[in-house]
T-cell receptor, first 115, second 115 residues
Framework: EAGVAQSPRYKIIEKRQSVAFWCNPISGHATLYWYQQILGQGPKLLIQFQNNGVVDDSQLPKDRFSAERLKGVDSTLKIQPAKLEDSAVYLC?????????????FGSGTRLTVV | AQKVTQAQTEISVVEKEDVTLDCVYETRDTTYYLFWYKQPPSGELVFLIRRNSFDEQNEISGRYSWNFQKSTSSFNFTITASQVVDSAVYFC????????????FGEGTQLTVNP
């Protein structure tokens, strides 16, 4: 089974620029998550999708972050404009919920550096 | 609200020593799941174990063992006869029955195993 695919692997941008990250979940996984992991901290949920609908985006800084999941498969997370404090690893994960035993598979992440 | 606390920020041991990583959690859910993930230097999050709140039986898997105590809200992880390859950041995480696979992570414990 192919894992969760993310690209790019690394990105360096200047503050106030925009950036986009892409995620392709495991085939058949209805639920998709974006987490932000700042260096030295645990991952924190930004947004959760169920198919192409948003379940929870309470922690997403909506003034600069946006995310979409068209057709309930791939997802894109965008930051515009970026700030220095957005430097982090952005992890995408997917899960096959509704089967009684939650299990989340993570991608390798995109490491963003804002200079 | 859910919270996971990993009080040990960094642990350093010599190869073949046993080491225990502590995890304390808070939740109002009566049914929930607890997880441990490993994050090696390469950055991906590797799933180690999932436990549901109804099952307090301790588990052993090779050199790994887990001690779940509902009375103290703890889910500790022990590595027996540690090896250099065990060096990584270890995260404890929690999801509630209504959260699906949406995870609340602790801040992580950096384990360094020295030869």
């Amino acid at each position: 089974e192919a894992g969760v695919a993310q690209s790019p692997r690394y990105k360096i941008i200047e503050k106030r620029q925009s950036v986009a990250f892409w995620c392709n979940p495991i085939s058949g996984h209805a639920t998709l998550y974006w987490y932000q992991q700042i260096l030295g901290q645990g991952p924190k949920l930004l947004i959760q999708f169920q198919n192409n609908g948003v379940v929870d985006d309470s922690q997403l800084p909506k003034d600069r972050f946006s995310a979409e999941r068209l057709k309930g498969v791939d997802s894109t997370l965008k930051i515009q404009p970026a700030k220095l404090e957005d430097s982090a690893v952005y992890l995408c994960a997917s899960s096959l919920d509704g089967v009684g035993r939650p299990h989340c598979t993570f991608g390798s992440g995109t490491r963003l550096t804002v200079v | 609200a859910q919270k996971v606390t990993q009080a040990q920020t960094e642990i350093s041991v010599v190869e073949k020593e046993d080491v225990t990583l502590d995890c304390v959690y808070e939740t109002r859910d009566t049914t929930y799941y607890l997880f441990w993930y490993k994050q090696p230097p390469s950055g991906e999050l590797v799933f180690l174990i999932r436990r549901n709140s109804f099952d307090e039986q301790n588990e052993i898997s090779g050199r790994y063992s887990w001690n779940f105590q509902k009375s103290t809200s703890s889910f500790n992880f022990t590595i027996t006869a540690s090896q250099v390859v065990d060096s990584a950041v270890y995260f404890c995480a929690l999801s509630g029955i209504n959260s699906g696979s949406r995870l609340t992570f602790g801040e992580g414990t950096q384990l360094t195993v020295n030869p």
